[in-house]
């Protein structure tokens, strides 16, 4: 009785994790193969490549305002090369938040073309947090039709870990 007890728990066990090891094949075999037809998360790397800042009005208070020119290269799934620029402003503190508008040009997930980025976030404590969007409408090339947005977490770092979300429209 006891024996029987074991097999069939063994049975399930073995069962389940072969369900388990086939969702994980799939997801693997999945994510090795996506294209841009369908609702994909991803992580990518940017990095930046020059960073020129200016500032435009300062205050007594150390409040100031600047705009600051990127440029900056994507690899991974999201690949080619981005010129960004921000609109920040500084509080007393130092912290500060910021919005920019991205030209990007390149391809996602092997689909070519252009697009606009649209940008968001905070400087806190050394912590940069930015969530970005495809803006609608901005995009050339196999891009059209494609939705997106993405967010990352990072210090002072020049290469920067991001995830970024998206789906093509069907034709």
């Known amino acids: 009785m006891r024996i029987r007890y074991i097999e069939r728990n063994l049975n399930l066990i073995m069962n389940r994790s072969i369900v388990t090891l086939s969702t ?4 693997v075999f999945t994510d090795a193969t996506m294209t841009a037809r369908g ?9 930046i490549h020059s960073w020129d800042e200016t500032p435009y009005m300062e205050l007594e208070n150390g409040v100031k305002y600047s705009n600051a020119k990127l440029l900056k290269t994507y ?10 620029t921000y609109l920040m402003s500084y509080n007393e503190s130092g912290h ?3 919005t ?10 092997g689909l070519t073309g252009h697009i606009a980025i649209a940008h968001e976030g905070t400087f806190i404590d050394g912590v940069v947090e930015s ?3 495809i803006v609608d409408g901005s995009q050339q090339g196999e891009l059209v039709g494609i939705t997106g947005e ?5 210090g002072h770092s020049m290469q920067v870990n991001y995830e970024f979300s998206f789906s093509k429209a069907e034709e």
């Open 24 to 27: 994980a094949f799939l997801v």
């Open 150 to 154: 993405g967010s990352y977490t990072t």
């Open 75 to 84: 690899s991974g799934k999201l690949e080619g090369k981005g010129q960004l």
């Open 39 to 47: 609702d994909t998360k991803m992580s990518n790397i940017f990095e």
């Open 96 to 98: 500060a938040y910021f």
């Open 131 to 133: 969530n970005f969007k």
């Open 100 to 109: 920019g508008l991205e030209h990007f040009e390149g391809n996602i997930a």
